[in-house]
C-alpha cells in the first residue's frame, strides 16, 4: 500500500520529520522518511507503507502532519475492502481539501496525475 504526497505550493517543502497517522487498533504514527526530503513544486513522493497493508477495510481517516505536529491533510474516513488496481484518490488532482467530496474510489494512478 501506498501513499500519494503532492506539492500545489510555489515552494520546495522540507518532508524530514512528517509522519502519517492513522487507526487501526489505536492510533498508528508513520514516518515518511528516515532521511531529509525536499518536495518541489509540483513533484509528487510516493510513501510505501513498509508492512503488507494499511488495514483500512474499515472506514479509516489518514492523516499527514508536518514536523512540528501540525496537521496538513487528512483524508474524509475511505474503507478499502478490495485487494484490487483502485485507490481513493482526490479528483481533481490537488483539489481543495476543504472539500471532502473529492475523494473518489479510482483506477491508481501511483505517481502520476489522478484521473
Known sequence: EWVELLNTGDAAVDLTGWTISYSYRGPRTLPI??????LLPGGRFVYVYPGL?????????????DSEGVLVDRTSPLPD????????????????????GLWLFLHATR?????
Open 81 to 100: 475492502t478490495e485487494d484490487d488496481d483502485q485507490t481513493w484518490q482526490r479528483f481533481p488532482d490537488g483539489g481543495d481539501p476543504a472539500l471532502p
Open 53 to 65: 497493508r494499511l488495514r483500512n477495510a474499515g472506514a479509516t481517516a489518514i492523516s499527514l502532519y
Open 111 to 115: 505517481n502520476a496525475p489522478n484521473e
Open 33 to 38: 522518511t528516515e532521511a531529509s526530503l525536499s
